[in-house]
């Protein structure tokens, strides 16, 4: 078994390798999974007890150890406040529990070998892993952020076909060119031809350079449709930790304001201004926010620019006078939600609040309630609440006066295409991502946040407008082409015209079908295991 061990290895090595920010490598992810498929194979065919266990082991050795260090970032973001142990413990939750689920999918794939041909066993692997992978993005521990197809983030100009199937294409055309190259090299080693090995060869020749080849076409003619907007974005670097300290609330709108009118025109129509960029010491209360002079700030700054409009982060809070929602803390005799939300403030009176969905598990959303419950006092030090932020169900769209929709997506919420696409159905002619990122201090966290964005620019065809706190704020096109970005952990503004869409691409209007296919497909494998392999 030592060998096949040094098979699972070499398969998260090369994940690793081929995993953002590293550039230029994403093309490994069509091979990296052929040595860990090797080993199960050998450990299936193999003399060996406990077969099932072994195969489940050595999924989950390459899971736990591609994702520990694709996203060792999380133990910085955890130790920039909690002591080593702490920190460890908590890290361990993202590190491995996809991992677990990785190898729930090889150990249903043995069940099934058992009972069926290859190729049927390997459907029923695509289709468990997809499975996996939706799950672990629909859950109360959701954490999608290392969904196969996210991959090619580093390497757009290969997955322009995304606008079509979203990421989890990504995700299938990664399986079917690992499977059909392991099954011809594995043919080739043992010298047996159970399925042509010319097929074999072409299948992954046509695998890998058909959609490439399409994609790299689609994207040289890919040509935007005129329809300019002006719009700034705004990286003003305050330090997460001092944000409610020693950097008064009052000082940190003087930063945003100051930064935006070094690069606005007249005809800016959004100024970007990034997560919880608007707050106060004790929470600004929604129904007042118009008696604050945050907001009488943000009103004389928007006078000289007749059309302008701030979309910003802001800390918030609504109060009830009952328990209305399962987060509604008691606060004397009245009950409040805390929210970590968007705010979209134009010359008029009128507002538009979206609070954010998606929360971050731990930070801001307590999972599965009371079960660990013990974890709060660790994650309250997380810039979260302990007894989690309230949410809204579903997104909405921030509309200026002159009638441009703009998607207010909060940090965490631009890992899932399916969710953005929803901002897009409803009218968003441009997606603003609005974030921290500062919590993860110069790590490669900050710098694949910043890539998965040019994804969902590419699935929706929109341009992405990114305004990061201390991270990395950017302009991405609809093709997924990063035109503009700052440094890191440099104040600045960036002012940018782009082009507003409103047509929506097959995806947008589709959603993730693969996904539905392959929880079909999944279904009739699960059953494919409990049915009696004829003689």
């Given at each position: 078994m030592k060998s096949n061990y040094l098979l699972a290895l070499l398969s998260a090595f090369l994940l690793w390798l081929a995993w953002p920010p590293i550039p230029y490598t994403?093309?490994?992810?069509?091979v990296a999974f052929v040595p860990l498929l090797i080993a199960v194979e050998q450990t299936i065919r193999g003399d060996y007890k406990n077969k099932g266990r072994k195969v489940f082991a050595l999924a989950f050795l390459t899971g736990v150890v591609w994702n520990t260090a694709s996203i060792y970032w999380v133990y910085n973001a955890m130790n920039a406040f909690l002591d080593a142990m702490p920190s460890l413990l908590i890290s361990l939750i993202p590190y491995t529990l996809a991992p677990l689920l990785m190898g729930l999918a090889f150990r249903l794939y043995y069940q099934m070998r058992k009972r069926n041909s290859i190729l049927i066993s390997f459907m029923g692997l695509i289709s468990f892993w997809v499975a996996y992978e939706y799950l672990h993005q629909s859950w109360e521990l959701s954490f999608p952020w290392m969904t196969l197809g996210n991959g090619f983030a580093n390497s757009h100009q290969l997955v322009q076909w995304y606008s079509i199937t979203g990421v989890y294409g990504g995700t299938l055309w990664i399986w079917l060119v690992n499977i059909a190259l392991f099954l011809f090299i594995w043919q080739k080693r043992n010298k047996i031809e159970a399925y042509s090995n010319k097929i074999l060869m072409g299948a992954v020749a046509g695998l890998i350079l058909i959609p490439s080849i399409a994609s790299l076409i689609w994207?040289?003619?890919?040509?935007?449709?005129?329809?300019?907007?002006?719009?700034?974005?705004v990286q003003p670097n305050i330090d997460p930790f001092g944000k409610w300290g020693p950097i008064t609330p009052e000082d940190q709108l003087n930063v945003l304001t100051n930064l935006s009118q070094k690069v606005a025109k007249l005809n800016t129509e959004f100024f970007i201004w990034p997560e919880t960029a608007i707050s106060d010491r004790n929470g600004i209360n929604e129904e007042e926010f118009r008696e604050y002079p945050q907001y009488q700030k943000v009103l004389q700054f928007l006078e000289p620019y007749h059309n302008g409009n701030v979309l910003s982060g802001i800390e918030s809070y609504v109060l009830y006078a009952d328990q209305r929602t399962p987060t509604a803390k008691p606060i004397g005799n009245m009950f409040y939600d805390s929210f970590n939300a968007g705010v979209l403030v134009d010359g008029s009176s009128k507002l538009q609040?979206?609070?954010?969905?998606?929360l971050v598990p731990g930070a801001e959303l307590m999972p599965f309630g009371k079960a660990l419950s013990l974890l709060k006092p660790f994650f309250a030090h997380f810039g979260g609440t302990?007894?989690?932020?309230?949410?809204q169900d579903k997104p909405s769209v921030f509309y200026s006066a002159s009638g441009i929709g703009a998607a207010p997506v909060i940090c965490y919420e631009s890992i899932w295409g399916n969710y953005v696409a929803e901002y897009v159905k409803m009218g968003a002619q441009f997606i603003a991502v609005i974030t921290n990122d500062g919590w993860w201090g110069d790590t490669s966290g900050k710098d694949q946040h910043l890539q998965y964005a040019k994804l969902r620019a590419i699935e929706n065809r929109r341009w992405v407008v990114r305004s990061a706190n201390t991270g990395i704020s950017a302009f991405i096109n609809q093709r997924g082409d990063i035109v503009q970005k700052s440094s890191w952990w440099v104040p600045t503004a960036l002012s940018q015209e782009i082009n507003l869409n409103e047509n929506l691409t097959f995806y947008t209007r589709s959603g993730d079908l693969i996904v539905y296919i392959c929880l079909l497909t999944?279904?009739?494998?699960?059953?494919?295991?409990f049915v009696r392999k004829r003689n």
């Open positions: 994403a093309i490994l992810l069509l994207y040289s003619q890919y040509e935007e449709h005129v329809n300019p907007s002006e719009i700034v974005t609040f979206y609070h954010k969905s998606k302990t007894g989690g932020y309230g949410s999944g279904l009739i494998s699960i059953g494919l295991i």
